[in-house]
């Protein structure tokens, strides 16, 4: 069965994607027979160009995807060049690392609960410091230009890309290149940035485009952060996808081909990026400036890398706050008293969502991990990797704009009589929790010490008998770790599960989001820590079985 598993992961990476996407397109230039369009025309174009505030909406959502990837990777970038292999580098790592496994829409809502007028940090500074009793009338949350929308892409893929990095270290010569250019008189960063970074940058350079292409298309935090008159046209989509009127389907497949050419463009902005930026480092080179006084900017780094922390677990500290408040009144820095009411009136609501939630995402996170460790066992005995092919499929996801192909998936599978069933949630949920299992598990799996499973045949073991008794047991905590993430990264699908739900199967992140209009500080709060509870529970989960397992094998090594 081995030899069918990476066929199975490249059909499950590959057939939703191109299915989705000819399902997006062709109803696009207006052939649907199922809703009367029996000819190809350009008119659901003509309809979408023709919306009010349309060029507003494509430029905001195209800055977001740009922007968002530039200001992260070079933050990272920074940090890394300037702190790493260090202590303060390790303690840092481990600071920003979890924050990988909080939900988008757990993350928006945290620092939305933050910096809003009447947010946490107004109230510490009032009124001893501003004089404000009463909120001030500014437009932060869903201000007009989408910083603050790009504020929480950026605090949450700041984390994505130094997971990628720090991946891709190990693969290159740091401590040779450090010393090399320190020889040559270059400080930290510089020298970081003309001799290490190029290398690295080409192993992470996919990882960079599918920040850009999550960010130029993302649903949930721009409805809870972005901005309203007009809203980013990721939002607008949903809302033409989820019109009543079933003529509305030509215009949002249009849309949605717009919405991949707003990506494709983000992209092409980014690619001349990499040109430029290239042809500084060259020209920097070139003049042989050494820049030896960085001490200020690796500082920098540092602090806005602290602050990505702070902000999203203080974010998330407040919002479990504004889930037991009772009257809560501004400037008050605390509540005046604490309450478990609004648990009390939410609960019943709950169960259903929560129980979709966590079958959804244990369903799609087992289904993702025996695919990934079969594939992975096939690899190891064949001795082929893949290369390149490989790193195309598991991006290939993550690089289509979920608007783009989601859409016309649902199509596709209405079109077959697939409803909005469980299995076919779990089925979709599937296809973006396996990327994140394969990254996250390829690593220690490649970097298995295999002379214990040549001891083991050398004592007679079968081939499955030292699989099952030797690797899976040393790679337990690697493996439990990629299915933490994976179901981490199921608990905050918003848009696969809107559309593929299609409003009869909600869970804990769509139901947050919907919420998140109401302006209920506290029932938003109760839905955003359970939606952040789910996934730290599944790491809890993953740190404490194989602790339990292992207490008696404490020289054991576990990957």
Same mark, same amino acid.
């Given at each position: 069965?081995?030899?069918?598993?990476?066929?199975?992961? #490249?059909?499950? !990476?590959? =057939?939703? +994607? @191109? $299915?989705? /996407?000819?399902?997006?397109?062709?109803? &696009?230039?207006?052939? *649907?027979?199922?809703?009367?369009?029996?000819?190809?025309?350009?008119?659901?174009?003509?309809?979408?160009?023709?919306?009010?505030?349309?060029?507003?909406?494509?430029?905001?959502?195209?800055?977001?995807?740009?922007?968002?990837?530039?200001?992260?990777?070079?933050?990272?970038?920074?940090?890394?060049?300037?702190?790493?292999?260090?202590?303060?580098?390790?303690?840092?790592?481990?600071?920003?690392?979890?924050?990988?496994?909080?939900?988008?829409?757990?993350?928006?809502?945290?620092?939305?609960?933050?910096?809003?007028?009447?947010?946490?940090?107004?109230?510490?500074?009032?009124?001893?410091?501003?004089?404000?009793?009463?909120?001030?009338?500014?437009?932060?949350?869903?201000?007009?230009?989408?910083?603050?929308?790009?504020?929480?892409?950026?605090?949450?893929? #700041?984390?994505? !890309?130094? =997971?990628? +990095? @720090? $991946?891709? /270290?190990?693969?290159?010569?740091?401590? &040779?290149?450090?010393? *090399?250019?320190?020889?040559?008189?270059?400080?930290?960063?510089?020298?970081?940035?003309?001799?290490?970074?190029?290398?690295?940058?080409?192993?992470?350079?996919?990882?960079?485009?599918?920040?850009?292409?999550?960010?130029?298309?993302?649903?949930?935090?721009?409805?809870?952060?972005?901005?309203?008159?007009?809203?980013?046209?990721?939002?607008?989509?949903?809302?033409?996808?989820?019109?009543?009127?079933?003529?509305?389907?030509?215009?949002?497949?249009?849309?949605?081909?717009?919405?991949?050419?707003?990506?494709?463009?983000?992209?092409?902005?980014?690619?001349?990026?990499?040109?430029?930026?290239?042809?500084?480092?060259?020209?920097?080179?070139?003049?042989?400036?050494?820049?030896?006084?960085?001490?200020?900017?690796?500082?920098?780094?540092?602090?806005?890398?602290?602050?990505?922390?702070?902000?999203?677990?203080?974010?998330?500290?407040?919002?479990?706050?504004?889930?037991?408040?009772?009257?809560?009144?501004?400037?008050?820095?605390?509540?005046?008293?604490?309450?478990?009411?609004?648990?009390?009136?939410?609960?019943?609501?709950?169960?259903?969502?929560?129980?979709?939630?966590?079958?959804?995402?244990?369903?799609?996170?087992?289904?993702?991990?025996?695919?990934?460790?079969?594939?992975?066992?096939?690899?190891?005995?064949?001795?082929?990797?893949?290369?390149?092919?490989?790193?195309?499929?598991?991006?290939?996801?993550?690089?289509?704009?979920?608007?783009?192909?989601?859409?016309?998936?649902?199509?596709?599978?209405?079109?077959?009589?697939?409803?909005?069933?469980?299995?076919?949630?779990?089925?979709?949920?599937?296809?973006?929790?396996?990327?994140?299992?394969?990254?996250?598990?390829?690593?220690?799996?490649?970097?298995?010490?295999?002379?214990?499973?040549?001891?083991?045949?050398?004592?007679?073991?079968?081939?499955?008998?030292?699989?099952?008794?030797?690797?899976?047991?040393?790679?337990?905590?690697?493996?439990?770790?990629?299915?933490?993430?994976?179901?981490?990264?199921?608990?905050?699908?918003?848009?696969?599960?809107?559309?593929?739900?299609?409003?009869?199967?909600?869970?804990?992140?769509?139901?947050?989001?919907?919420?998140?209009?109401?302006?209920?500080?506290?029932?938003?709060?109760?839905?955003?820590?359970?939606?952040?509870?789910?996934?730290?529970?599944?790491?809890?989960?993953?740190?404490?079985?194989?602790?339990?397992?292992?207490?008696?094998?404490?020289?054991?090594?576990?990957?």
């Amino acid at each position: 069965m081995l030899r069918f598993a990476p066929a199975l992961a #490249v059909a499950i !990476l590959s =057939l939703p +994607v @191109l $299915a989705g /996407l000819a399902g997006t397109v062709i109803p &696009a230039f207006g052939y *649907l027979p199922a809703l009367g369009g029996t000819a190809l025309t350009l008119d659901p174009f003509r309809v979408v160009l023709g919306q009010p505030g349309l060029l507003r909406s494509c430029l905001i959502a195209l800055s977001c995807g740009v922007v968002t990837a530039a200001v992260s990777t070079a933050l990272v970038a920074v940090f890394v060049g300037g702190w790493s292999q260090t202590r303060t580098f390790r303690f840092m790592q481990s600071l920003v690392s979890p924050l990988l496994a909080v939900p988008h829409a757990a993350a928006a809502f945290g620092l939305a609960f933050m910096i809003a007028p009447s947010g946490f940090l107004a109230r510490l500074v009032s009124p001893w410091a501003t004089g404000w009793t009463r909120p001030p009338d500014w437009l932060i949350v869903n201000d007009t230009f989408g910083l603050s929308l790009m504020a929480g892409l950026i605090v949450k893929e #700041v984390p994505f !890309l130094l =997971l990628m +990095v @720090l $991946a891709a /270290l190990p693969q290159v010569p740091v401590t &040779a290149s450090r010393q *090399l250019s320190a020889t040559l008189g270059y400080g930290r960063v510089s020298g970081f940035l003309l001799v290490t970074w190029p290398a690295i940058y080409r192993q992470i350079r996919l990882a960079v485009f599918a920040v850009i292409a999550f960010a130029s298309s993302a649903v949930d935090v721009a409805v809870i952060l972005g901005p309203t008159t007009p809203a980013p046209l990721p939002v607008r989509l949903v809302e033409w996808m989820n019109d009543p009127d079933l003529s509305a389907r030509f215009m949002a497949s249009a849309g949605a081909v717009l919405q991949l050419g707003v990506t494709l463009g983000a992209l092409l902005i980014w690619l001349a990026v990499e040109k430029l930026g290239g042809l500084m480092l060259m020209r920097l080179a070139a003049r042989g400036k050494r820049l030896r006084r960085d001490a200020s900017v690796r500082h920098l780094a540092l602090a806005l890398m602290g602050l990505t922390a702070a902000i999203v677990f203080g974010g998330l500290g407040v919002l479990a706050l504004w889930s037991v408040s009772g009257l809560w009144q501004f400037p008050n820095v605390l509540p005046d008293m604490l309450s478990l009411r609004g648990w009390e009136k939410t609960l019943p609501r709950v169960g259903g969502p929560l129980m979709t939630t966590v079958t959804v995402g244990f369903a799609a996170t087992v289904l993702s991990t025996l695919i990934v460790v079969a594939s992975l066992a096939r690899e190891a005995e064949t001795g082929r990797t893949g290369g390149n092919r490989t790193l195309f499929f598991l991006y290939l996801p993550l690089l289509v704009p979920q608007a783009g192909f989601v859409f016309g998936l649902k199509l596709f599978m209405a079109h077959g009589g697939v409803g909005a069933t469980w299995t076919a949630l779990v089925l979709v949920h599937l296809v973006f929790v396996l990327p994140y299992v394969f990254l996250s598990l390829s690593a220690p799996w490649r970097a298995f010490d295999t002379r214990y499973e040549a001891i083991a045949a050398g004592l007679g073991k079968s081939r499955s008998g030292t699989f099952f008794a030797i690797r899976l047991p040393m790679l337990a905590r690697a493996v439990l770790v990629a299915m933490a993430i994976g179901f981490a990264v199921s608990v905050g699908q918003y848009l696969p599960t809107v559309l593929i739900g299609a409003g009869r199967l909600v869970t804990i992140t769509t139901e947050a989001v919907a919420l998140g209009a109401g302006g209920n500080r506290r029932v938003i709060g109760i839905y955003a820590f359970l939606q952040m509870l789910l996934p730290f529970l599944g790491f809890a989960f993953a740190a404490l079985v194989p602790a339990l397992l292992f207490r008696n094998r404490r020289a054991m090594k576990v990957a």
